[in-house]
């Protein structure tokens, strides 16, 4: 089992251009989360995709949006970059109530 | 809503010896999961310990234990016998405890560093 896998594992983004990170859940597994960490912060909640919907959504705007396909995984979009969405993308996979498994993230760069 | 509160940016500890990460929450709830994470400088976080708040049993895994004082939203986290492993940003961590999986609520961090 590989686990929670990521991908790109680093990418270099100019401002006002759209990024698209992928994100494959460990298996078993059939919700999908996604966080925004920035340097030296602890990880924040973007939003929760189960069953192809988004089902919770943490306090960022709507250039932040997702998809979930019907294998499960799930890609995070965000348009019109700007400086500040600088930052490690860490997406996070569970089932039920058991423990969220993480990957090892996407270290995005805006320039 | 739930908030968690990490105190401690930064600690440290020599090998072999003991260290207690501190950690308080804010929560209207009643059952809920509190967590402590590893992130190693690989990035990828870890699950160190769980803790069911409905369970008056402190959570034990091996060399870490965790004091949970639910009147006091208080969790800390106890490493005996460091290595240096250990050394990474813990990060304490709420769930509520619905129906299926709900968000994690993250602290902003402590950075442990474990001398030889």
């Known amino acids: 089992d590989a686990g929670v896998t990521q991908s790109p594992t680093h990418l270099i983004k100019t401002r006002g251009q759209q990024v698209t990170l992928r994100c494959s859940p460990k298996s078993g597994h059939d919700t999908v989360s996604w966080y925004q960490q920035a340097l030296g912060q602890g990880p924040q909640f973007i939003f929760q995709y189960y069953e192809e919907e988004e089902r919770q959504r943490g306090n960022f705007p709507d250039r932040f949006s997702g998809h979930q396909f019907p294998n499960y995984s799930s890609e995070l979009n965000v348009n019109a970059l700007l400086l500040g969405d600088s930052a490690l993308y860490l997406c996070?996979?569970?089932?039920?109530?058991?423990?969220?498994?993480f990957g090892q993230g996407t270290r995005l760069t805006v320039v | 809503a739930q908030t968690v509160t990490q105190s401690q940016p930064e600690m440290s500890v020599q090998e072999a010896e003991t260290v207690t990460l501190s950690c308080t929450y804010d929560t209207s709830e009643s059952d809920y999961y509190l967590f402590w994470y590893k992130q190693p400088p690989s990035r990828q976080m870890i699950l160190v310990i769980r803790?069911?708040?409905?369970?008056?049993q402190n959570a034990t895994e091996n060399r870490f234990s965790v004091n949970f004082q639910k009147a006091a939203k208080s969790f800390s986290l106890k490493i005996s016998d460091s290595q240096l492993g250990d050394a990474a940003m813990y990060f304490c961590?709420?769930?509520?405890?619905?129906?299926?999986?709900?968000?994690?609520?993250f602290g902003k961090g402590t950075k442990l560093t474990v001398n030889p």
């Open positions: 996070a996979s569970s089932f039920g109530q058991e423990e969220a498994f």
């Open positions: 961590a709420y769930r509520r405890a619905q129906g299926g999986s709900e968000k994690l609520v």
């Open positions: 803790q069911e708040a409905y369970k008056q």
